[in-house]
């Protein structure tokens, strides 16, 4: 989900307010934010000075400091049913397991209201889902960003979606993507570790920071290399952090093909024929599919395990840059 946000800076701290708790002083100068509100900024890594993240509502501010506050503008209405076609690999009572195509949003938010993940589950379940996302992700447990294709699992009650977020909670999910990127990664296969946390450059994307931030790690295997110019890498993920893959890949040189947003620069120099070339730079979204998901079924306790092939536009991808090989 990508926000807009509103920039509000804080007046810099009087002598006689040092010491006071960084949520306290906010409220003080924020009249269109309740303490909650400024705490669950302060969490979610919206607050920062000199573009060092301040994580802790406790921090005690100093004399001097001033403050930069990104606000995400608010969500609106509650979303409406739509018939839109799912791919629904598993269904019972308690939850469902969906095959999310490139492109779906999975709920909605500022740009994105209608067409959403969630739209069509409304429709599919007949209003039937967990009620503790509220109203704007009912059933939605975790979620994978707009252009990345592949699977994830919906709790139809409250019970299913308690147990699962469990499992989420203790990273004990199973989870594989298959990321097609530039480059070859050297190991060819290892872990990544890094904080990720809101980048403080740039609010619309993440990033591994050094103070703050969620532990985030990805075990990773190169499994095919394109004429030593590309590769096929699957990764299988230890936390779930949003953009997790993208950011640890990206950290190490190794950017996802048709990522718009953590690749700096148009990659145009590849050893391919320039049809190839130009296929391969123009593809249009990130080369990300959740191949794997498994996990304790919550009511059964049976374990279940889904598999779902790369989609079409990636097994493109792939045929283009094996003709190289």
């Known amino acids: 989900m990508e926000n807009d946000f509103q920039t509000f800076q804080s007046p810099e701290v009087e002598v006689s307010e040092q010491g006071t708790r960084l949520d306290k002083y906010l409220s003080n100068h924020m009249a269109s934010q309740s303490r909650s509100q400024i705490q669950r900024l302060i969490k979610e890594g919206n607050v920062s000075i000199d573009d060092i993240i301040l994580g802790d509502a406790a921090y005690k501010v100093k004399a001097g400091e001033s403050y930069t506050i990104y606000i995400p503008e608010a969500e609106e209405a509650e979303p409406t049913a739509e018939n839109i076609a799912l791919d629904i690999v598993y269904e019972d009572e308690a939850l469902l397991v969906v095959n999310k195509s490139a492109g779906m949003t999975v709920h909605p938010a500022a740009g994105a209201w209608n067409g959403t993940l969630v739209n069509a589950l409304l429709y599919h379940c007949q209003g039937n889902l967990s009620g503790i996302g509220g109203v704007?992700?009912?059933?939605?447990?975790?979620?994978?960003?707009?252009?990345?294709?592949?699977?994830?699992?919906?709790?139809?009650?409250?019970?299913?979606?308690?147990?699962?977020?469990?499992?989420?909670?203790?990273?004990?999910?199973?989870?594989?993507?298959?990321?097609?990127?530039?480059?070859?990664?050297?190991?060819?296969?290892?872990?990544?570790?890094?904080?990720?946390?809101?980048?403080?450059?740039?609010?619309?994307?993440?990033?591994?920071?050094?103070?703050?931030?969620?532990?985030?790690?990805?075990?990773?295997?190169?499994?095919?290399?394109?004429?030593?110019?590309?590769?096929?890498?699957?990764?299988?993920?230890?936390?779930?952090?949003?953009?997790?893959?993208?950011?640890?890949?990206?950290?190490?040189?190794?950017?996802?093909?048709?990522?718009?947003?953590?690749?700096?620069?148009?990659?145009?120099?590849?050893?391919?024929?320039?049809?190839?070339?130009?296929?391969?730079?123009?593809?249009?979204?990130?080369?990300?599919?959740?191949?794997?998901?498994?996990?304790?079924?919550?009511?059964?306790?049976?374990?279940?395990?889904?598999?779902?092939?790369?989609?079409?536009?990636?097994?493109?991808?792939?045929?283009?840059?094996n003709d190289w090989k």
């Not at 004990?172 to 403080?200: D, K």
């Not at 947003?261 to 593809?283: I, Q, R």
Request: hydrophobic share 35%; net charge positive.
């Open 136 to 321: 704007k992700r009912p059933g939605i447990v975790h979620r994978i960003d707009k252009e990345t294709s592949g699977l994830l699992v919906v709790a139809k009650n409250d019970i299913a979606h308690r147990g699962l977020s469990a499992q989420f909670a203790e990273h004990s999910i199973e989870r594989t993507y298959y990321a097609m990127v530039y480059g070859v990664p050297q190991p060819l296969s290892g872990r990544i570790e890094g904080n990720i946390g809101r980048s403080p450059y740039d609010r619309k994307k993440m990033a591994i920071v050094s103070r703050g931030g969620k532990f985030a790690a990805t075990n990773y295997e190169t499994t095919e290399v394109y004429h030593n110019a590309a590769s096929m890498v699957r990764c299988k993920l230890e936390t779930g952090r949003t953009h997790q893959i993208r950011v640890h890949l990206s950290s190490k040189g190794w950017n996802l093909i048709g990522d718009k947003v953590y690749v700096k620069n148009h990659k145009t120099s590849l050893p391919f024929p320039d049809e190839t070339k130009s296929y391969v730079n123009s593809f249009g979204r990130q080369a990300l599919h959740a191949a794997t998901l498994g996990f304790i079924h919550p009511i059964s306790q049976k374990y279940l395990e889904f598999h779902s092939a790369l989609p079409e536009d990636m097994q493109e991808l792939q045929k283009r840059l």
